[in-house]
């Protein structure tokens, strides 16, 4: 016990050195060590795992729901995850850790895979994660959009560039068919 008790104790007193010392950066331009960051990951990916795996993904195939998904993704989301054929943006390149290009993960095609990053992905959304510059998008947005969401960001693996600017040009269209009718409306 007494072994237990001078090593907490000389733990406490080594962090607390390096608080006061400052030998801890806290810079977002200065990277963690390998170990810590190797750390951080295992801690945040097992906590996303346990608060998501009980969470029930309703149907998301619908042409809607991912065109739903797919709006609030390119007006929200750009700017830090970037989309096929962005360039890095002032915002992305600043944060750290970075955000993650969903574009460049591979595509999934196994539906259990598929199914709990989903639920994950829904999870983060919702709920937003400390210290890493991802907002929590379910205080201001329905579960059904943030299903949505999570359901397009799947989608977005592996798309190309041309993919995603045609889904660019269907909502232009779409939008400036809304604005023509809601004109002739008045």
């Not at 237990?4 to 200065?30: K, Q, R």
């Not at 889904?167 to 002739?184: F, K, M, Q």
Request: charged share 20%.
């Amino acid at each position: 016990m007494k072994l237990f008790l001078y090593l907490s104790f000389g733990i406490i007193l080594v962090i607390a050195i390096a608080i006061v010392s400052g030998a801890h950066n806290i810079s977002a331009t200065e990277k963690h060590w390998g170990i810590t960051e190797k750390t951080i990951g295992w801690i945040r990916d097992s906590l996303i795992e346990v608060h998501a795996k009980n969470l029930t993904v309703p149907q998301l195939d619908d042409r809607a729901v991912l065109s739903n998904g797919f709006k609030h993704y390119h007006a929200m989301c750009t700017e830090c995850h970037l989309a096929p054929g962005f360039k890095a943006t002032e915002i992305s390149m600043g944060l750290y850790p970075q955000p993650p290009a969903f574009h460049e993960r591979t595509p999934m095609t196994e539906q259990t895979i598929r199914s709990d990053t989903i639920r994950k992905y829904f999870w983060v959304i919702k709920n937003g994660l400390k210290m890493t510059g991802m907002p929590a998008w379910g205080l201001s947005h329905d579960d059904q959009s943030i299903w949505s969401m999570a359901a397009f960001v799947v989608k977005l693996h592996g798309m190309s560039a041309a993919e995603y600017e045609s889904l660019v040009r269907t909502i232009e269209v779409d939008h400036s068919h809304d604005r023509g009718h809601d004109d002739h409306t008045h």
